[in-house]
């Protein structure tokens, strides 16, 4: 009994952990994969895939290790193995081609999640108030007009608020970006 419960409390852990992993990283697979793959629909399939294929694999993934870039791995084989198959039937790009774009993707992924991750040091330093204004100027939901009103500043005058934030914003993630290259 007690082992059977053990066991029972393993699996829910286990799978609480992929969805957890997974569902922080399927935006960053799924680019990747549609950057690899011939059309947006071709992609969704892939994905499925992969997602698949991650799942029956997780007990071999490192509890320490990067899930993204072992996630990125089984992709890239996924996209390739796909390309062969569907190949004959259409063009697609040479799976030489498709390598070498994996590869170029995932250091480019390397370097924006590096920006990512600096962009999210730097916002986290400024006041409350205008991390909570240059959030809802960004929301989908929120005309600027409204946020620009709340602020106390006329839509042009926000827009120049915005416009010093960007700029304050990118130069403090090009000098963290900076440092980080130098350690």
């Not at 403090?172 to 350690?183: D, G, I, K, P, T």
């Amino acid at each position: 009994m007690w082992r059977a419960s053990n066991m029972l409390m393993s699996k829910t852990s286990r799978n609480a952990r992929f969805v957890r992993e997974f569902a922080c990283h399927e935006e960053a697979i799924r680019a990747y994969v549609r950057r690899l793959a011939p059309s947006r629909s071709d992609a969704d399939d892939i994905l499925q895939e992969v997602a698949m294929v991650l799942w029956e694999k997780f007990d071999e993934f490192q509890e320490e290790g990067n899930f993204r870039s072992w996630a990125f791995g089984f992709a890239r084989y996924k996209v390739l193995s796909w390309l062969r198959d569907h190949g004959r039937r259409r063009l697609v790009l040479d799976s030489d081609v498709v390598a070498l774009i994996a590869d170029e993707s995932n250091e480019e992924d390397r370097h924006l999640e590096q920006q990512r991750h600096a962009f999210r040091s730097c916002f986290a330093k400024l006041p409350s108030d205008q991390r909570s204004l240059l959030a809802n100027a960004y929301h989908p939901d929120m005309k600027i007009q409204e946020v620009a009103a709340t602020s106390g500043r006329t839509t042009a005058g926000f827009y120049q608020w915005l416009y010093r934030m960007r700029q304050m914003l990118l130069e403090c993630v090009q000098r963290q970006l900076a440092s980080e290259a130098n350690l």
